[in-house]
Structures are given as C-alpha cells and as structure tokens.
C-alpha cells in the first residue's frame, strides 16, 4: 500500500486524461515527485526506525499513506495536484521500507531471512500487480477515482494488522547515550548507486509501460493485463530468489549482478518489440525486464542487512537513498527520452542503466569484501 500510489498513477494515466490533460512528461514529473519524496526520507527513515521501533512507524505510515489516497481520489483535477500529493506518498514508503526492515532483522528468523525479505520486497511489484488490474477492474467500469479510494481501504486495513511490539519503548535518555555502530560508506555509495541505476530502468518502465503498449496498438485492457504480468513475474522471481539465497552461504551480490544483465536483455528485447510493434516481443520482453531485471531487490536488502546486522534500518536508508533517486530520474528521463525519440529509445536507456547497474553491484560487493577482511 505504500507503493501503489506511483504504480496507480502510471497504469490509469490513459484514463485519467480524460478529466484533466496530462502528458507524458508531465506524468513522469508526477511520479519522479514520488520518488523525491521517499529519496528525501530515506536516510533519517532509518534513524527514526532504529530509534523509536520499527513497529511503531509501522502503525502510523498506513494511516498517513491512506489519506493521501484519499486526497488522489477526491481533489486531482490536474497533474500538478497528483504531483503535489505524491512527494508525501514517497516519504510514506520510504519510512515504511527501512521500519519492516528493521522489524524484520529482529524479530525474523536467521535462517529464513533470505525468503522472509524476498516476500517482504514482493510487496512492491505486487503493487504493479494491482496497478495493472485496476485498469479493466475499476478504471474501465467505475472510474480512476475509485481505484486511490480502494487502496486506501486497504491501507487501513494495513495498519490494524501490523503486530504490536513485543518489548517497550526505552527511555529518551537511554535512546541517547546508546552506542550507535559506524558504517562503513564506501561499499554503500557503490551499492546504492547500483540500486538506483536499477531502479532507474524499472521505475521509467513501470510508468510508461501501459501507455507504450497502448501506442504499440494493444487495447487498454490488455495493455493493463500485460503490466499486471510483469508485476505478478517480479513477484514470484523475488520470493523465489530470497528461498534460493537462505540455500547459499554467500555471493549473493554475484546472483544480483547475474540477475540485471538477465532484465536488461528484457529491456532490449522489449525496445525491439516496440520498435516494431510486435507483441510477440513487447510480453515476454516486458515479462523478463520487470521480472528478473526487478526481481533482485529483496535478495538486495537481504544481502545488505547480512553484512550490517548492528544498523539494518540505517544502512539499507543509505541504499535505499540511491534507489529512490534512481525512481525519481527515471520516469524523468525515460520520459524525456520517450517525448524526444520514442518509446524504443526510452526502453533501451533502461536497458543499458540496468547493464551498469550490474557492474556497479559487482564493484560495491569486492570493496565491501576487501574492507570487511581488512
């Protein structure tokens, strides 16, 4: 519920124009605000975490996230109101994703924590998922409006079920005078710069993929269908990947790496199809790139938190920090790039940022290796 709002705006913007005009870079204006929103919150995210309780943030970001949704439904009337609304919705998941990853560090077990981040990191393709859904469910019968009044529904319904604490709140004083272990910030630069480059090809995909299947001559339902797909593929290839690396001692970054070059040869693919406007490309293309491209985000954290279990919250904020950046350039870029050229050229930026992206992982984990030994 925390990341459907950019993903809502995405897949209903061929519908939304229709109550006020919006163009495509004015939509990916809209979702980059997402993104600047989370990427402003993501490193004190961590430290308000890790001082007040993961569990404590989890009870407030649904009730926060839910009106905002609110405010989507009932008072857009022009893309600069959906851009206003969305930079607080960016700052609601960011705190959301460093507080259940700290809820997660401590109260799950060691030995399932690959699958248990997998599932956790399921949450944002599957938030595609419902995006693309709402368009022949809710967007084609009842309207675009009533898609942000379900997910906000659904947001409460969020926070009634998150768990209470299990221990209390230590004192101001104590919170204070407590030890706060360093992290080290070379390897995490490098790491958060691979994930925003990562998030960089799939956030510019995820918003234009429905507005570049329609333009390739797919109907609207389909188009909507083809997104709920790919977001349904990155689901299941995250939960599969974090049970996978719970198997393995290590190279989990190796896998990742590995992974991206995989999603961009997806974003390739998906380039030719629209070039050529083939479907026989444009789904499997699609599929792969948001699949397996956007499938390594959980088995990210978990390899993150892994190797910083004093300061989870923290330092996945610091990497999280360069994948909300990469969020909020992309739909920018991507759609600048889709305005000037075409929607072609947009997929193969995406795919050659998610190529670099795979070498930056690669850099980031040797630095990291080198100065843990040392």
């Not at 499938?295 to 990210?300: A, D, E, H, K």
């Amino acid at each position: 519920m925390a990341s459907i709002p950019a993903f809502l705006v995405g897949t209903l913007a061929v519908e939304m124009r229709q109550s006020f005009p919006i163009t495509t870079q004015e939509l990916g204006l809209a979702v980059t605000s997402y993104y600047l929103g989370a990427a402003c919150w993501a490193v004190p995210s961590g430290r308000v975490a890790e001082r007040v309780g993961g569990v404590r943030v989890l009870k407030l970001t649904p009730v926060i996230g839910a009106l905002l949704l609110v405010g989507i439904a009932l008072l857009s009337s022009s893309w600069w109101v959906v851009t206003v609304l969305l930079f607080p919705c960016g700052m609601v998941s960011a705190g959301t994703a460093t507080a259940s990853n700290l809820f997660l560090a401590r109260r799950g077990k060691p030995s399932r924590q690959g699958a248990t981040f997998g599932i956790k990191q399921a949450a944002v393709p599957f938030a595609s998922l419902l995006g693309g859904l709402a368009v022949p469910a809710l967007a084609l019968t009842v309207g675009w409006r009533w898609a942000f009044g379900m997910a906000a529904a659904l947001s409460i319904i969020t926070a009634v079920l998150v768990p209470k604490p299990t221990q209390p709140r230590a004192p101001a004083t104590q919170r204070r005078t407590s030890l706060v272990p360093k992290i080290d910030k070379a390897p995490i630069v490098l790491l958060a710069i691979a994930i925003g480059l990562g998030v960089f090809s799939a956030s510019g995909m995820a918003a234009f993929l429905v507005s570049g299947t329609v333009h390739a001559g797919i109907a609207k339902g389909s188009a909507g269908l083809i997104a709920a797909l790919a977001g349904a593929a990155t689901v299941i290839v995250r939960i599969v990947s974090g049970f996978l690396a719970d198997r393995r001692a290590s190279s989990h970054f190796s896998v990742i790496a590995v992974m991206m070059l995989v999603g961009a040869l997806g974003y390739a693919t998906l380039a030719v199809g629209q070039h050529l406007k083939l479907s026989q490309l444009i789904i499997p293309g699609a599929v792969i790139a948001l699949g397996v491209g956007w499938g390594w985000n959980g088995l990210f954290n978990f390899a993150v938190i892994e190797r910083h279990r004093a300061t989870p919250a923290r330092a996945t904020g610091m990497t999280q920090l360069g994948g909300r950046l990469g969020g909020m350039l992309g739909p920018t870029i991507i759609g600048l790039c889709i305005n000037h050229f075409d929607y072609s050229a947009g997929w193969a930026l995406a795919a050659t940022t998610c190529a670099m992206a795979a070498a930056a992982v690669v850099l980031g984990d040797r630095v990291l290796t080198r100065r843990a030994a040392t």
